[in-house]
């Protein structure tokens, strides 16, 4: 058992759990002043104000005095099973080159596909449990890892064995994707429709029978797949169960929002091109429209209307995209910052977006994103901070002192 004494601030209480916050709502943060938080095996037992806590022996007592404690960021989008890094693209790119230029020229998904193609199971474990390790020492408790740098049958159930053992090994909560539809692989090039059919007939069934897979994800935008070939993906996935979340109208108005509305996506993901049409179709839908700051800082692309989206009514999450092409990067953290800096987004609204928001965007919202009794014990203490809305505002350090994980200091 685990007791945390004097927390300055206990941020993202829950008395009735809800599942995500939208619209107006997301400006709304349940805190607790002079708070205790008791933590029994995995879960989070109970918490309450300084002057009623009881007099309870604990195994571990922590003294929070000057700190606050939040619950783990939920990381829902990442990229983060890869070889090598990209950085020689990222010259070009501050040399003037586009993401779809450097797309064209075989570089991009395709250059790390060839990366990890020539990369051990072994090689691509360790240094995406390098990562998570990483992740985990800025604030991150559960994520959304990505398959899509295989694009090939072979390649891609590697990097899903790969996901699968972290999911075995790391204490954080993790969800697999399965992306084979990341882009069209260079001997497909004159015939993409072939390379759908190989997702379809050889790599989908493969996946589930395995069952490598949580989820299907098809990067629906100009230059890499059209409606009609995420359509066909989608209805083949559905029936093996897997509920899509999606990369959409991060290059133009794709339709690739609409096609995640029609199959019931968990989220459609990017949403750079996001005009009124968009907007109308997921006020109608059960998808979590998430947004990826760091990724559209780091290429330079035009901004999300987050404000808009908001403000019509929608909820929003906020992941970070964590890729060597473009967003080399899972700074929850940081996410916080660029949500506010770059969307004019609250800070409690940013806080929601990368709590209960984006652990709804990996169907975990019942178990995670919030302190709730009852939920997964996995919660941050602080450093001595003055305010919550120093977390977003003192941008780039790491204001975490103490990572707990299913109930366990990590
Ligand atoms: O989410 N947009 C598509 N896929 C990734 C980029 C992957 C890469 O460039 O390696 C993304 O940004
Ligand atoms: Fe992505």
Redesign the pocket.
């Known amino acids: 058992m685990i007791l945390i004494k004097n927390i300055k601030k206990l941020v993202q209480v829950e008395y009735e759990p809800i599942r995500l916050r939208r619209g107006e709502e997301m400006n709304t943060l349940h805190t607790i002043d002079n708070a205790w938080l008791r933590i029994e095996d995995d879960k989070i037992h109970s918490f309450g104000q300084m002057i009623d806590c009881e007099d309870i022996t604990a195994e571990t007592v922590i003294d929070a005095s000057h700190k606050m404690v939040f619950p783990s960021f939920c990381d829902s989008h990442t990229?983060l099973v890869y070889a090598g890094s990209r950085e020689i693209e990222y010259i070009d790119k501050i040399k003037g080159l586009s993401y779809e230029e450097i797309a064209k020229r075989g570089g991009?998904?395709l250059n790390?596909s060839k990366k990890n193609a020539q990369s051990s199971e072994n090689e691509l474990f360790n240094s995406a449990f390098e990562r998570l390790e990483e992740i985990k020492s800025l604030g991150t408790g559960a994520v959304e890892i990505k398959s899509g740098y295989g694009l090939s049958l072979e390649s891609e159930l590697k990097m899903l064995r790969v996901i699968k053992r972290l999911k075995e090994k790391s204490p954080l909560t993790i969800k697999a994707t399965f992306l084979g539809a990341?882009a069209v692989p260079a001997q497909y090039k004159n015939e993409p429709d072939k390379y759908v059919d190989l997702i379809i007939n050889s790599m989908l069934p493969a996946v589930s029978e395995e069952k490598l897979a949580d989820f299907v994800d098809v990067?629906c935008d100009r230059g890499f797949f059209t409606v009609e070939q995420t359509d066909r993906m989608l209805s083949a996935a559905a029936k093996y169960g897997l509920r899509p979340k999606i990369?959409a109208n991060?290059l133009d108005y794709s339709g690739g929002i609409q096609i995640g509305v029609k199959y019931n996506a968990l989220s459609v993901d990017?949403l750079e091109f996001t005009g009124d049409a968009e907007i109308k179709s997921l006020l109608n839908s059960r998808t979590m429209p998430t947004l990826?700051p760091s990724?559209a800082f780091f290429l330079n692309m035009p901004l999300a209307p987050a404000r808009k989206m908001i403000d019509s009514g929608l909820p929003i999450a906020l992941a970070s995209?964590y890729?060597?092409?473009?967003?080399p990067s899972g700074n929850m953290q940081l996410v916080l910052s660029m949500g506010c800096i770059m969307f004019k987004m609250t800070p409690e609204e940013v806080i929601n977006a990368t709590t209960i928001n984006s652990a709804y965007a990996m169907d975990l919202s019942q178990t995670h994103g919030s302190i709730a009794v009852g939920k997964k014990a996995n919660v941050f203490i602080t450093k001595s901070i003055p305010t919550y809305e120093f977390m977003p505002y003192s941008f780039g350090n790491n204001k975490i002192e103490t990572h707990i994980l299913n109930g366990k200091i990590q």
């Open positions: 990229h991009g998904i790390t990341h990067f990369h991060e990017h990826l990724a995209d890729n060597p092409g473009s967003s």
